[in-house]
């Protein structure tokens, strides 16, 4: 599968953001997702994960609460919804995919297909 990640600008601290994930491929129902970021001088991290079926999802705590994750496997699009937005939410966002496992995946090793990347910058 191919991954393409859009929706990435600058904003002002506040505002929402919703980024979108298009996949290419085959089965994209059969196919775990996730959205990880990583911000300048830091490791990548894990922001939200969804099921193939979206059933289950996953959050990392700085964003639970104010991000929702969901998919179309239809358009085979996967988005992430971001509210309240602030500057420690600045960095890269990458979606990611990966078809070996039904349970949600939350590490970066469970994944094995990767975007390209899109750029958040939160102004305060």
């Known amino acids: 599968v191919q991954l393409q990640a859009s929706g990435g600008g600058l904003v002002q601290a506040g505002d929402s953001l919703r980024l979108s994930c298009a996949a290419s491929g085959r089965f994209f129902y059969n196919y775990r997702m996730g959205w990880f970021r990583q911000a300048p001088g830091k490791e990548r991290e894990l922001v939200a994960a969804i099921t193939g079926n979206g059933g289950v999802t996953s959050y990392a705590d700085s964003v639970k609460g104010r991000s929702t994750i969901s998919r179309d496997n239809v358009k085979k699009i996967v988005y992430l919804q971001m509210n309240s937005l602030n500057a420690e939410d600045t960095a890269v966002y990458y979606c990611?995919?990966?078809?070996?496992?039904?349970?949600?995946?939350?590490?970066?090793?469970?994944?094995?297909?990767w975007g390209q990347g899109t750029l958040v910058t939160v102004s305060s």
């Open positions: 990611a995919a990966e078809n070996t496992g039904w349970n949600i995946a939350i590490s970066q090793s469970d994944y094995n297909f």
